[in-house]
């Protein structure tokens, strides 16, 4: 079985730019969540998901960032505009209710 | 205070050593808990669960004392390919799906 897909795999943009991070679930999770990984700060939740709803979204650092849904296979985390203090590794990872999470790979971010 | 605490480390230990790594966290209505692996570079994966009676998995022994709110994870007869960095995990809402990652233990294990 595919595990949870991100898209793209790394990323480089210039400051100001719009970024969107993409993922794909595994297929039958309800639960959806998006972390950021910096050495700083390790990991931290930025939103997660139910059933394509947003359920918790305290952990978004600023308007700069959004979170989408739309349906039960695709999620999208977009940064605009984007800082260089945004560079770090964006994490998806889906489960089952009361389940174990598993991490997509991961998108490593670097604006310049 | 953050709500997972750990020893960043690193613990550099030779090949076969016992280690132990341990972890606070500050919520005493968690109900879960866990241990994740996370290899340089890679994405965390699921090392074990933590059960309140305590829990073996092959070299790997998981505690945890409600009471102090303290995990612990053991890992005997320590292999080169056990270098990582183990995350402590906590559940952080009632449903049990929002987790709340400690900062991670790093382990270098050598020849």
């Known amino acids: 079985d595919a595990g949870v897909i991100q898209s793209p795999r790394h990323e480089v943009t210039e400051m100001g730019q719009e970024v969107t991070l993409r993922c794909k679930p595994i297929?039958?999770?309800?639960?959806l969540f998006w972390y950021r990984q910096t050495m700083m700060r390790g990991l931290e939740l930025l939103i997660y998901?139910?059933?394509?709803?947003?359920?918790?979204d305290s952990g978004m650092p600023e308007d700069r960032f959004s979170a989408k849904m739309p349906n039960a296979s695709f999620s999208t985390l977009k940064i605009q505009p984007s800082e260089p203090r945004d560079s770090a590794v964006y994490f998806c990872?889906?489960?089952?209710?009361?389940?174990?999470?598993?991490f997509g790979p991961g998108t490593r971010l670097l604006v310049l | 205070r953050k709500e997972v605490e750990q020893d960043p480390g690193p613990f550099n230990v030779p090949e076969g050593a016992t280690v132990a790594f341990n972890c606070t966290y500050s919520n005493s209505a968690s109900q879960s808990f866990f241990w994740y692996r996370q290899d340089c570079r890679k994405e965390p994966k699921l090392l074990m669960s933590v059960y309140s009676s305590g829990n073996e998995d092959g070299r790997f022994t998981a505690q945890l004392n409600r009471a102090s709110q303290y995990i612990s994870l053991l890992i005997r007869d320590s292999k080169l390919s056990d270098s990582a960095t183990y995350l402590c995990?906590?559940?952080?809402?009632?449903?049990?799906?929002?987790?709340?990652f400690g900062g991670g233990t790093r382990l270098m294990v050598k020849p």
């Open positions: 297929s039958g999770h309800d639960y």
């Open positions: 995990v906590v559940n952080g809402d009632n449903a049990g799906n929002m987790l709340t």
């Open positions: 998901f139910n059933n394509n709803v947003p359920i918790d």
């Open positions: 990872a889906s489960s089952k209710f009361g389940e174990t999470q598993y």
